[in-house]
């Protein structure tokens, strides 16, 4: 059952960052990542790592069809990377630990964005340490814009009805330093004991306007939440990692494991709060199996404090995107992926191995299965991929959008197809890998490139 938690502190939205336009016409942000000190509770500051603040990040937001170029320093004593997830990018822009920065040096990756409105991620990526730095408080919301295909009705004004919520769970020991490494081991990496909305712990917020879209991302390395209101109202799950729905769907519960986005729209009543609450996860394992444990509480999230008289809001669009419809649906499954033990096919992540190619403008089926007992979730860099099946049956109404990260419950195949695109580079690999961020950094990831025909 859940802590007593008091909602004390005022949930803080991270800014929008600010850009410039360069000669060519690029939309350029400039991002500083440094360690920092922020009081997360009663007592000393938290020793943190931030972008342009003491922790996280601020929004980068930017249309489809413009180019975008980030100038990340680097004032961390060590090497990290910064990478954008979800996005559809070439393979050097991409951020991974192909792409280190060095203490003291600027990386200037840049890109013109062409994929749906949706709302992305950055975090660093840095061979084995990846787990760490993303504690540590480095992560930040990436929001893409569509103008051509806009939803009316849809809340959207940025930290008024539209309001970016990442999620990370902590552990703090007596003198409030992070704690980053929990013993006995638990198979998943360290799970904390309170939550963290945006680098404040369990916040209240203060709602104005009748209904509110929250876009939720677990920035967790281990930890998958299952989100609900603890008076039990329903929502509308609007988006999911990679765009809109098809369609809005009611439900009291959405499950998301580390990486994973959803967009939630929530209506509120003048006066009446409302905690957001994570319950126990559907798992898909044994969660005292003795290969893995934990990771089954309940835990108070924040609170929505509705002011007496609340601005209308319009009423929800009944249809909001194009459902992904890849033509790879009856084609045969093309590649298998077992996950188990820290590897991938028996195989864990070396820097210098390439595992396949994919060509260029190509639709592709994976199957991808866990079989070692441990909560496993599955991420592939450049793409959005459309969910076919799990164990068989069609996919859940929350994975029929776009979706870059999906959770695969143990023994049970889930079946995606992913389209490549137009960005090749035979010598600079994409990954992809479990998002439990423990495991991704023990190796269970592996390399691709995309390539030209023949190539
Ligand atoms: Cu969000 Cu390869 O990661």
Same mark, same amino acid.
């Given at each position: ?15 929008? +960052?600010?850009? !410039?336009?360069?000669?060519?016409? =690029? ?27 003491? *922790? ?29 997830? $979800? ?8 951020? /991974? ?61 940025? $930290?008024?009805?539209?309001?970016? &919520? ?20 638990? %198979?998943? /990496? ?10 404040? &712990? ?28 603890? #008076? ?6 609007? %988006? ?31 006066? =009446? ?24 509480? !309940?835990? #108070? ?5 509705? +002011? ?40 864990? *992540? ?6 396949? /190619? ?15 007992? @441990? ?27 776009? @979706? ?16 490549? %695109? ?18 991704? #950094?023990?190796?269970? *990831? ?10």
């Amino acid at each position: 059952t859940a802590g007593e938690v008091s909602f004390t502190d005022r949930l803080y939205v991270p800014p929008l +960052a600010r850009s !410039t336009r360069d000669p060519d016409g =690029r939309r350029v942000f400039d991002l500083r990542a440094a360690p920092g000190r922020r009081r997360l509770r009663p007592g000393r500051p938290t020793e943190t790592w931030g972008l342009n603040g003491p *922790m996280l990040g601020p929004t980068l937001r930017a249309a489809r069809g413009e180019t975008v170029q980030v100038n990340v320093r680097n004032d961390l004593p060590e090497t990290t990377t910064i990478h954008w997830h $979800g996005m559809h990018l070439p393979a050097r822009m991409d951020g /991974g630990p192909h792409q280190p920065i060095a203490p003291g040096a600027t990386w200037s990756p840049y890109w013109t964005i062409d994929q749906p409105a949706a709302t992305l991620w950055y975090h660093p990526h840095p061979h084995g340490q990846t787990a760490r730095h993303v504690y540590r408080g480095l992560a930040g919301m990436f929001i893409v814009d569509d103008p051509d295909a806009s939803v009316a009705g849809l809340p959207s004004r940025y $930290g008024v009805d539209d309001i970016p &919520l990442i999620v990370q769970d902590v552990l703090l020991d007596d003198d409030n330093r992070l704690v980053e490494r929990r013993r006995p081991m638990n %198979g998943v /990496g360290v799970l904390g004991d309170q939550v963290l909305v945006n680098g404040v &712990l369990h916040p209240y917020h203060e709602v104005t306007t009748e209904r509110v879209r929250l876009r939720l991302l677990n920035g967790s390395g281990a930890r998958v939440y299952r989100f609900g209101f603890t #008076d039990g109202r329903s929502f509308a799950v609007v %988006g999911s990692d990679g765009g809109l729905l098809p369609a809005p769907y009611e439900t009291d519960r959405i499950q998301l494991s580390p990486g994973e986005r959803a967009e939630i729209v929530v209506t509120f009543r003048p006066g =009446r709060r409302a905690v957001l609450r994570s319950h126990p996860p559907d798992l898909g394992v044994d969660v005292w199996n003795g290969r893995f444990s934990g990771g089954d509480d !309940t835990l #108070d999230v924040m609170e929505f404090r509705p +002011a007496a008289r609340l601005a209308p809001s319009p009423a929800l669009p009944s249809r909001l995107a194009a459902a992904p419809a890849l033509a790879a649906a009856s084609a045969p499954v093309t590649r298998r992926f077992e996950l188990s033990g820290f590897s991938v096919n028996g195989r864990r *992540m070396d820097m210098n191995r390439i595992d396949f /190619g994919v060509v260029r403008n190509t639709t592709e089926v994976w199957e991808i299965t866990a079989i070692d007992s @441990k909560p496993h979730n599955f991420h592939v860099h450049d793409v959005q991929f459309q969910v076919l099946s799990v164990d068989g049956a069609p996919p859940p109404p929350e994975l029929r959008g776009w @979706k870059d990260t999906v959770y695969i419950p143990d023994r049970r195949p889930v079946r995606i197809a992913l389209r490549f %695109g137009e960005h090749t580079d035979p010598r600079t690999p994409y990954m992809f890998h479990c998002h439990v961020l423990y495991h991704e #950094d023990q190796g269970l *990831m592996g390399q691709f490139v995309v390539t030209e025909p023949g190539q």
